[in-house]
T-cell receptor, first 115, second 114 residues
Framework: DGGITQSPKYLFRKEGQNVTLSCEQNLNHDAMYWYRQDPGQGLRLIYYSQIVNDFQKGDIAEGYSVSREKKESFPLTVTSAQKNPTAFYLC??????????????FGSGTRLTVV | AQSVTQLDSHVSVSEGTPVLLRCNYSSSYSPSLFWYVQHPNKGLQLLLK??????LVKGINGFEAEFKKSETSFHLTKPSAHMSDAAEYFC????????????FGQGTTLQVKP
């Protein structure tokens, strides 16, 4: 079945460490997105990519980095520069074909905790 | 610029009674609007979407929403709440013209009492 796989489900990070969250999709979607969710704040966009080897900053990109070397993959690195990384991270993808419905698919999320 | 406002952060209903979750949007062009549901520590599940077709949109699990351009609203309703409906609900507008990114409301927590 097609979908988005995020791993790991839970991740613990020590202060000062970089960690990478995985997001893989087999939907042949062009665009991929990373969102951060904090209690009572909805979801906020970190980075997005509409095409391989290209990506743009979202609303809260500071302290994060991404890459898009393959269409299927859009990993997110939380660097030590991110001051408050504890949150729930969601990856999403969609087709950019304007002739089709704009269907977004979400992964099941990664909960990152700084210890 | 586009934005979405969910008017209630928390809604409590009794099982079997109607559900109304309110959402207003702002968009400089005809928007694509969505309602998503999230259960604790889970990803988001699409309930329904409006993409300039019929203004009354039917979704999964008995939910529906009506797009009202004159009121810039997209309220989510269900005739009879079930215990399993207890979750967080997000109203979302899509920047479909440019980036495809989603702009989320703050979320509404739905509590269903027995």
């Amino acid at each position: 079945d097609g979908g988005i796989t995020q791993s790991p489900k839970y991740l613990f990070r020590k202060e000062g460490q970089n960690v990478t969250l995985s997001c893989e999709q087999n939907l042949n979607h062009d665009a991929m997105y990373w969102y951060r969710q904090d209690p009572g704040q909805g979801l906020r966009l970190i980075y997005y990519s509409q095409i391989v080897n290209d990506f743009q900053k979202g609303d809260i990109a500071e302290g994060y980095s991404v890459s898009r070397e393959k269409k299927e993959s859009f990993p997110l690195t939380v660097t030590s520069a991110q001051k408050n990384p504890t949150a729930f991270y969601l990856c999403a993808s969609k087709t950019m074909d304007r002739g089709k419905d704009y269907g977004y698919t979400f992964g099941s999320g990664t909960r990152l905790t700084v210890v | 610029a586009q934005s979405v406002t969910q008017l209630d952060s928390h809604v409590s209903v009794s099982e079997g009674t109607p559900v109304l979750l309110r959402c207003n949007y702002s968009s400089s062009y005809s928007p694509s609007l969505f309602w998503y549901v999230q259960h604790p520590n889970k990803g988001l599940q699409l309930l329904l979407k409006y993409t300039s077709a019929a203004t009354l949109v039917k979704g999964i699990n008995g939910f529906e929403a009506e797009f009202k351009k004159s009121e810039t609203s997209f309220h989510l309703t269900k005739p009879s709440a079930h215990m399993s409906d207890a979750a967080e609900y997000f109203c979302v507008v899509s920047d479909r013209i440019n980036t495809g990114k989603l702009i989320f409301g703050q979320g509404t927590t739905l509590q269903v009492k027995p």
